[in-house]
C-alpha cells in the first residue's frame, strides 16, 4: 500500500472511531436547547472545558508518548514496556489529582463528576492511543461507535426519561465513558501489555522528556481553544456562554474531523519523514487537506441556516457567531497540520512557542472585544489568533523542509468563503440560500482538482 493509500486507509477508521460521539452530539442539540436553559448550557460548557484543562495536567501527556514510542518499536518487543509504564504514570498523575480534590472541591459544586470524568477519560485515552501505534484499528474504530451510541442512549434516559439537567449529561458522560474503556481493555486484549515487572524508571525518563514539553503546548492550546468561554462567563455571564457553546457544534465537527486525519496524518509523516519524495508528499496531503475545507466548510454553512430553525428560541441567535468561528477552526487545522510535521522532525519547541504566540494574541482580542461587540468578539478573537499561529509556522516549517503552498487556491477560497458569510449577514429568505448555492458551486469548481488529486494519488485511479 503506497503512502497515500495508507493515509486514506487510516483516516476513514479512525473518522469512523472518532466522529460518532461529536455527530451525536450535534443530532442532540436541539433537545440539549429544549431541556437545558441557555444558563445551564453555558455552565455546563464551563466544567467541559476545564476538564479539558486538566487531562493533560493530570496524564502528564503520556498518551502522546505511548503513540510516538509504540509506533517505533517496530519489532514489538517492548510494547508491554511501554504500555505498562504509560498505565503507572497515568495513575500518578490521578493520584495526586485526586490528592488535590478537598482544596478544589470548593471551587465548583460539580468537582466530583469532574474528577472521575477527567480520570476516566485520562486512561480511555491512553488505551485508545496504544491501540491504534499497534495497528489494531479495528478495535479503536468499535469502540468509537460504542461509545457514542451510549452517550446518546443515556442522554436521551437521563435528560428525557429522569429530567436531570446538568447531572444527566455528566453522568452520561461518565457512563459512555466506562463502557468505553471497558471495551478497549478487552477487545484489544490490553490485559496481555501490562507488567509489574517492566514498570522502570528509565523508559519513564525517556517517554516523560517526550511528553513533558508537550503540557505547556497542550495548555497554549486550550487556551486558544478555550479561554474566551471563561471570558465569556466574565463579561457577559453563563447564558452568553451557553449560546456560544451551541455556535461552536458546527465547528466541533470540523475540530473533529482535522483532529482525526491529524492522527492519521502524524503516523504518515513520522514515516514519511526520511523519504526523499517528503516535500511533495507534503504539498500534495495539504492541497487536498486545505481544498476539501474549504469546500466543507461552504457546504456547513449552508446547512447552519437549515439547522438553526429547530433549536430552541433561548438559542436562536446562535448562528451569527458560528461563520467566524468555521473560519477558525480552519485555520486551527492548517496550524494542527503543520504541527504534526514539527513533531515528525522532532522540534516541539517550535509548537510550544508559536502557540503561545496565538494564545497571547487570543487573550488580548478577547479582552478588547467582547465588552465592545459581545459574543462575536470571542469568535473574531478565535479567528484571528489561529490566523496568526497558521501563518508563522508556515514561514517557520519552511525553514526545516520545503514544500509548497497554492496561494492562488488559497486567495480565492477565502475570497468566496467571506463573501458566503457576508450573504448570511446581509440576505435572509429564499435570496441567502440562492446566492449561498451559487458561492458554494463556485467554491466546488475552484476546488475542483481535489477530486483529481484523490482519485489519482489516494485511490490510485486515472
Request: hydrophobic share 55%; proline share 2%.
Amino acid at each position: 500500500m503506497n503512502h497515500y493509500k495508507k493515509l486514506v486507509s487510516n483516516s476513514i477508521i479512525l473518522v469512523i472511531g472518532n466522529m460518532g460521539s461529536k455527530l451525536v452530539a450535534f443530532v442532540l442539540v436541539p433537545l440539549y436547547t429544549h431541556f437545558l436553559t441557555a444558563t445551564e448550557f453555558g455552565f455546563l460548557d464551563i466544567i467541559l472545558t476545564t476538564n479539558q484543562l486538566l487531562i493533560p495536567f493530570t496524564s502528564l501527556s503520556i498518551a502522546e508518548a505511548a503513540f510516538r514510542f509504540a509506533i517505533d518499536d517496530k519489532s514489538q518487543k517492548n510494547l508491554t514496556n511501554i504500555f505498562s509504564n504509560s498505565l503507572f504514570v497515568s495513575a500518578i498523575g490521578c493520584l495526586l489529582l485526586i490528592l488535590l480534590f478537598p482544596i478544589l472541591q470548593v471551587l465548583n459544586i460539580f468537582m466530583l463528576y469532574i474528577y472521575v470524568i477527567v480520570v476516566l477519560t485520562v486512561f480511555q485515552m491512553l488505551c485508545s492511543r496504544f491501540l491504534k501505534a499497534i495497528g489494531n484499528m479495528t478495535a479503536f474504530a468499535i469502540n468509537g461507535i460504542i461509545m457514542a451510541l451510549s452517550l446518546a442512549i443515556s442522554n436521551i434516559i437521563l435528560l428525557i426519561g429522569f429530567d436531570l439537567g446538568v447531572r444527566g449529561y455528566l453522568f452520561s458522560v461518565i457512563i459512555s465513558t466506562i463502557i468505553a474503556l471497558i471495551h478497549l481493555v478487552f477487545a484489544g486484549k490490553l490485559y496481555k501489555y501490562v507488567s509489574l515487572k517492566e514498570i522502570t524508571p528509565k523508559i519513564q525518563k525517556e517517554m516523560l522528556a517526550y511528553s513533558l514539553p508537550l503540557i505547556p503546548n497542550a495548555f497554549a492550546w486550550w487556551i486558544n481553544n478555550a479561554a474566551d468561554r471563561y471570558l465569556l462567563f466574565f463579561f457577559l455571564g453563563s447564558a452568553a456562554t451557553g449560546i456560544y457553546a451551541v455556535a461552536n457544534q458546527m465547528p466541533s465537527i470540523i475540530k473533529t474531523f482535522s483532529s482525526v486525519f491529524s492522527q492519521s496524518w502524524q503516523i504518515s509523516a513520522i514515516e514519511e519523514y526520511d523519504s526523499k519524495e517528503r516535500g511533495e508528499f507534503y504539498t500534495t496531503v495539504f492541497s487536498a487537506f486545505s481544498q476539501g475545507l474549504f469546500v466543507l466548510i461552504s457546504v456547513i454553512i449552508i446547512t447552519l441556516m437549515v439547522y438553526s430553525n429547530f433549536i430552541a428560541a433561548s438559542f436562536a441567535t446562535f448562528w451569527r457567531y458560528t461563520p467566524f468561528l468555521l473560519v477558525g477552526v480552519m485555520y486551527s487545522s492548517f496550524s494542527a497540520f503543520l504541527g504534526t510535521i514539527y513533531l515528525a522532525i522532532k522540534k516541539t519547541k517550535n509548537i510550544l512557542w508559536t502557540t503561545l504566540l496565538g494564545s497571547v494574541i487570543n487573550i488580548g482580542i478577547n479582552i478588547y472585544l467582547i465588552p465592545r461587540v459581545g459574543i462575536n468578539g470571542a469568535a473574531v478573537a478565535t479567528m484571528v489568533s489561529f490566523l496568526i499561529v497558521w501563518v508563522v509556522r508556515h514561514y517557520d516549517v519552511k525553514k526545516y523542509l520545503w514544500y509548497k503552498l497554492d496561494s492562488k487556491n488559497i486567495i480565492f477560497s477565502h475570497i468566496v468563503l467571506f463573501l458566503q458569510i457576508a450573504v448570511v449577514y446581509l440576505l435572509d429568505g429564499v435570496a441567502m440560500y440562492f446566492c449561498l448555492g451559487l458561492a458554494l458551486v463556485a467554491m466546488v469548481l475552484a476546488n475542483f482538482e481535489l477530486v483529481v488529486v484523490v482519485k489519482s494519488k489516494f485511490l490510485g485511479r486515472k
